[in-house]
């Protein structure tokens, strides 16, 4: 993907969603980093259900130091993985009570000396409590850069260095939360919303799905072509129209042999030539079906003008 192109994509994003904001719910630091911490292989929305019970009881390291395992327990049992992260929570606010003065830090590598911190919850902590120029690669932003072609990688590493070196600076501190509720929102993993994404000519991914309006409303080349390799055994003839009906309609098929049998006949009438063309298309037709209904007609002569001739002089 050029740079124009990956430009306009986020002056795009940016226009939409000037001020992007995270799912999950905090006031400060630390409560943003309790959340993410949280937040792994959990949904955003129990993560927030978990935190609106704790963080009006306790939101500083001390606070939830002091309830220790057992007292968190209560307000994050309904996430995922709830005994794990109960430990990695209480034993980093230990350590920043120990190491930072009840503060988050503001360095990668203090950050991922912490329980439960990986590079991702850094690069979150980083990024959105900092305002470094991070951006934290997960499941959805992976995916979207990858797709559009923004920064594709195969690992999440690869990826997260490519966009670090092509996102425009000007783009880079709400980079990462529109890359997230793009993937999150509109570019999901199994059907993603192509005729409703805002960079959708812009995007470069070859599999992109269909707009259904479009869809209906383009030609179907494939149905025409089938009819017309369909075996006519005689195409003047009005074969679409059926035996029982012939009498009162009169297709464009019809009127042509009328039309035809006219000229060449000469004496023979317009209502003549139609009787006659539509007792060629009845008799060619299901023989026993047109014998049953119309016993009057006979097998037609396999040349134009006799038929018509004939049904002329029986004055009809
Ligand atoms: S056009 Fe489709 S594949 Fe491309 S970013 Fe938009 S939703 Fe994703």
Redesign the pocket.
Known sequence: MNPARRHEIFRRWREANPHPKSDLEYTTPFELLVAVILSAQATDKGVNAATHRLFPVANTPAAIAALGEDGLAPYIQTIGLWRAKAKNVVATCRLLLERHGGAVPAAREALESLPGVGRKTANVVLNIAFGQPTIAVDTHNFR?AN??GIAPGRTVEAVERALVKVVPAEFMHHAHHWLIL??RY???AQK???P?????DL???R???PDPLAEAAAPRPAAGKARAKKPATNPSAPKAVPATKTGATKTAAVQATATQGAATGGAATRGAATKAAVTRAATKTAATKTAATRPAAKPPATTGPAPVRKAARRGT
């Not at 409703?196 to 959708?200: A, E």
């Open positions: 979207v797709r559009t793009h993937g509109t570019c999901k993603p919303a192509c409703d994404c805002l960079i959708s995007c470069e991914y599999h992109k799905t």
